[in-house]
């Protein structure tokens, strides 16, 4: 194998490789992307066995082949690189020689044939969607979702359609158990393939590389699914991931919690308190109480081996007393996930969920669990 490619061009396809492929993996070879020549150009793959991604590059083909390098050291030699046409050829036993003006580096390469196989997913479904309406809605749902968490359902967000006359219901949703993030819009059923009501669980990490896509440009960007897999395609780009099987919480049950409170006040101004009380919570809990009050908000955390910290904060609040615990940073997550100045949290008790809605949304909830204190 013989190229010559554009340093900018390679460099921005293999960057997008770089939150796919394995770092700890036990099978070195998920370490690696693959790079094979085309007709007009070099295919660029990534894996990890659940998501895989493939790119196109142009390039000036010189001789036919393919080879697998490391993700991370291809793409740091890349980047520090000068000038702008790069030649990489590919020597005896899988060497591979990467060179520029004055600058050479030889690195060593593993046979193509080695590099799992992205799985063959037959598309059913095709959707068209906008960029930033995808975007939006997984900004306001990814943070809610688990962590390596036992319950493998929640390592993902639940992806939802539904047809309804002339549009289509998309519904995301997120949570870990502690919290719960939702979004629901309304969109345009045209160059749609589906039939009825379909709903799928993605993995939180492939969630994460289409949001990164996402932010690269507002190119729409068309979703295929089956069975077991869902494919993301954007221009030249393909993001491919098996699918969480299980069955996703119901979530339904949460959002008719009975409320008889409600407290609005400044996003940005209850975050920045937030920030600043929790700073001497405890690591593990973050626990920060809050003491509603009448037009205010007493923000305090008590540390027994670190301090204590209060900060008094204006809120629009007419009802009686209440004194409840969260954990600060669920709060200051879905704050940082919300756009309007102004935000609402209804209450009941202190030991029922809050809604934190944001002034003028009515699509978008997010629900937190409080904390005994």
Same mark, same amino acid.
């Given at each position: ?51 895989? %991604? ?147 669980? %993605? ?75 929790? %700073? ?94």
């Amino acid at each position: 194998m013989k190229i010559q490619v554009k340093r900018e061009e390679i460099l921005k396809v293999i960057q997008r490789t770089q939150g796919i492929v394995e770092k700890k993996s036990t099978m070195p070879i998920l370490s690696n992307l693959l790079i094979e020549t085309e007709k007009g150009g070099i295919d660029i793959v990534a894996t990890d066995l659940e998501i895989g %991604i493939r790119d196109k590059c142009p390039a000036k083909v010189l001789e036919e082949g393919g080879v697998a390098l490391s993700a991370r050291k291809a793409f740091e030699i890349l980047r520090e690189i000068n000038g702008e046409d790069i030649l990489i050829e590919k020597e005896n036993n899988n060497w591979v020689k990467i060179t520029n003006g004055h600058s050479e580096f030889r690195i060593m390469g593993i046979g193509k044939e080695e590099f799992p196989t992205l799985p063959e997913a037959k598309e059913a479904t095709l959707l068209t969607l906008d960029a930033d309406l995808l975007n939006k809605m997984l900004k306001k749902t990814i943070y809610a979702s688990g962590e390596s968490d036992s319950r493998y359902v929640l390592n993902g967000l639940l992806f939802a359609l539904r047809p309804a006359a002339k549009n289509i219901s998309l519904t995301m949703v997120g949570t870990d158990g502690h919290r719960l993030a939702i979004i629901n819009k309304s969109i345009e059923a045209n160059n749609t393939g589906l039939k009825g009501e379909q709903s799928v669980i %993605i993995p939180k990490k492939a969630a994460i590389e289409i949001k990164k896509l996402l932010d690269e440009g507002d190119e729409a960007l068309s979703i295929s699914l089956d069975k077991n897999h869902i494919i993301f395609k954007r221009g030249n780009t393909i993001l491919l991931s098996r699918l969480i099987e299980g069955n996703y919480p119901s979530y339904e049950q949460v959002l008719v919690t009975t409320h008889d409170k409600k407290i609005a006040l400044n996003r940005d101004l209850f975050m920045g308190a937030l920030r600043r009380v929790s %700073i001497l919570s405890k690591e593990k809990t973050n626990a920060v109480k809050l003491d509603i009050e009448k037009d205010k908000i007493l923000l305090s955390t008590s540390n027994p081996d670190m301090g204590e910290a209060k900060e008094e904060l204006e809120a629009s609040y007419k009802g009686e007393s209440l004194a409840i615990g969260f954990n600060a940073r669920y709060l200051i997550d879905a704050l940082g996930a919300m756009d309007s100045e102004n935000i609402t949290i209804d209450l009941y008790d202190p030991l029922s969920p809050a809604f934190l809605m944001e002034e003028g949304e009515t699509d978008y909830k997010c629900v937190v669990m409080p904390m005994r204190i």
